[in-house]
């Protein structure tokens, strides 16, 4: 059967590769690096401890005979044979960004996964490459250049820090605030597609289902539930709208069943909503008064003192999709308000 290779990255077999690397070693090394990188008939990589149970032996020594396999393959007139495949690969490594999140580069070079097994192992033989193991920031992680890895990684916590759990950026945008904390970088590296892989490494930072980039901590980027993807569906409308078509847009954007009396449920307990007229919901970052009707007249009052009937209407119409008759109706409730000899209206304290 065809290996599926992405020819156009490189240009080598990575199978044919580590075959003739894997010639130079004795059986037992040679089988702890095939089981080690998943380069046999199983494809999962095993551990430590399941090849040492094999062998009756440590998991320490069997670390022991994976450090000396390698040794002696980079000591082998075969590795000095394949420079032209390390020297490949670090190519295009640096093309890839310098920086390279391992899932994201294997996948970049192979689609079979027995493939990209091939390349890790390779990648690890390689003594150019350096790999950063995950930590609770950033993802497993491969370059050349010390320099530049400090670099990136240095920017990615200084754009987490930037950020809160309410922000949400555009893709644009974060790339440019990502560049704003790095000094000193090669105009190769500028590129808005690699600017995106590096932003990719980071555990803290995301991207939700419209493009937009915040903290994964944030609901606007991980949603868990009706009221998260509500948000995104009316943040996206850019106006008041029916908790019926927020619904149905959220199947249709989302593809998340939304039952329409689940949505208005979610929408009023919620606070990043506000209810500005019959069904029709607004953000609360717009701008809009919380409350019923009548609440919203009393905070108008509180602001701008008493008011006709007339500049109460227009006031109350910028933060409720309400009739005036509506209006009306509250301000004759003398529990709530009281009208002067002037015809101003006041909240009654």
Same mark, same amino acid.
């Given at each position: 059967?065809?290996?599926?290779?992405?020819?156009?990255?490189?240009?080598? $077999?990575?199978?044919?590769?580590?075959?003739?690397?894997? &010639?130079?070693?004795?059986?037992?090394?040679?089988?702890?690096?095939? $089981?080690?990188?998943?380069?046999?008939?199983?494809?999962?990589?095993?551990?430590?401890?399941?090849?040492?149970?094999?062998?009756?032996?440590?998991?320490?020594?069997?670390?022991?005979?994976?450090?000396?396999?390698?040794?002696?393959?980079?000591?082998?007139?075969?590795?000095?044979?394949?420079?032209?495949?390390?020297?490949?690969?670090?190519?295009?490594?640096?093309?890839?960004?310098?920086?390279?999140?391992?899932?994201?580069?294997?996948?970049?070079?192979?689609?079979?996964?027995?493939?990209? $097994?091939?390349?890790?192992?390779?990648?690890?033989?390689?003594?150019?490459?350096?790999?950063?193991?995950?930590?609770?920031?950033?993802?497993?992680?491969?370059?050349?250049?010390?320099?530049?890895?400090?670099?990136?990684?240095?920017?990615?916590?200084?754009?987490?820090?930037?950020?809160?759990? &309410?922000?949400?950026?555009?893709?644009?945008?974060?790339?440019?605030?990502?560049?704003?904390?790095?000094?000193?970088?090669?105009?190769?590296?500028?590129?808005?597609?690699?600017?995106?892989?590096?932003?990719?490494?980071?555990? &803290?930072?995301?991207?939700?289902?419209?493009?937009?980039?915040?903290?994964?901590?944030?609901?606007?980027?991980?949603?868990?539930?009706?009221?998260?993807?509500?948000?995104?569906?009316?943040?996206?409308?850019?106006?008041?709208?029916?908790?019926?078509?927020?619904?149905?847009?959220?199947?249709?954007?989302?593809?998340?069943?939304?039952?329409?009396?689940?949505?208005?449920?979610?929408?009023?307990?919620?606070?990043?909503?506000?209810?500005?007229?019959?069904?029709?919901?607004?953000?609360?970052?717009?701008?809009?008064?919380?409350?019923?009707?009548?609440?919203?007249?009393?905070?108008?009052?509180?602001?701008?003192?008493?008011?006709?009937?007339?500049?109460?209407?227009?006031?109350?119409?910028?933060?409720?999709?309400?009739?005036?008759?509506?209006?009306?109706?509250?301000?004759? $409730?003398?529990?709530?308000?009281?009208?002067?000899?002037?015809?101003?209206?006041?909240?009654?304290?």
């Amino acid at each position: 059967m065809a290996t599926t290779i992405a020819a156009s990255v490189i240009s080598f $077999n990575p199978k044919q590769v580590t075959a003739r690397l894997l &010639k130079v070693l004795p059986e037992r090394a040679r089988d702890v690096l095939t $089981n080690r990188f998943g380069m046999g008939k199983e494809t999962k990589r095993q551990t430590l401890d399941s090849i040492g149970k094999r062998y009756h032996i440590t998991r320490e020594r069997v670390r022991q005979i994976e450090n000396y396999a390698i040794a002696s393959i980079r000591k082998s007139d075969a590795y000095k044979k394949e420079k032209p495949v390390f020297t490949e690969l670090e190519k295009v490594l640096h093309e890839f960004g310098g920086l390279a999140g391992e899932e994201a580069f294997l996948s970049h070079l192979a689609k079979d996964v027995a493939v990209r $097994n091939h390349v890790h192992f390779l990648l690890s033989l390689g003594e150019q490459f350096k790999k950063t193991k995950e930590d609770d920031h950033l993802k497993h992680r491969w370059h050349m250049d010390d320099k530049l890895a400090n670099k990136v990684h240095d920017a990615l916590r200084k754009l987490y820090d930037s950020l809160t759990d &309410k922000d949400l950026v555009s893709e644009l945008d974060i790339i440019a605030q990502f560049l704003t904390h790095i000094e000193d970088l090669e105009e190769h590296f500028k590129q808005e597609h690699i600017v995106k892989r590096w932003l990719a490494l980071s555990k &803290k930072i995301g991207k939700n289902p419209l493009g937009e980039w915040g903290l994964v901590s944030s609901p606007h980027v991980k949603m868990k539930g009706v009221r998260d993807y509500a948000f995104l569906v009316i943040r996206k409308h850019g106006s008041p709208i029916h908790f019926t078509e927020v619904a149905c847009a959220i199947e249709k954007m989302f593809g998340r069943k939304a039952h329409v009396a689940t949505t208005h449920n979610e929408l009023i307990k919620d606070k990043r909503f506000v209810l500005v007229g019959r069904g029709l919901y607004a953000l609360a970052e717009w701008g809009y008064m919380s409350g019923v009707v009548h609440d919203v007249i009393a905070k108008v009052l509180e602001k701008h003192g008493p008011l006709t009937k007339k500049e109460i209407f227009e006031k109350v119409l910028k933060e409720r999709y309400v009739k005036e008759n509506t209006i009306s109706v509250n301000l004759q $409730n003398k529990k709530f308000f009281k009208k002067d000899k002037e015809g101003k209206y006041s909240a009654v304290k």
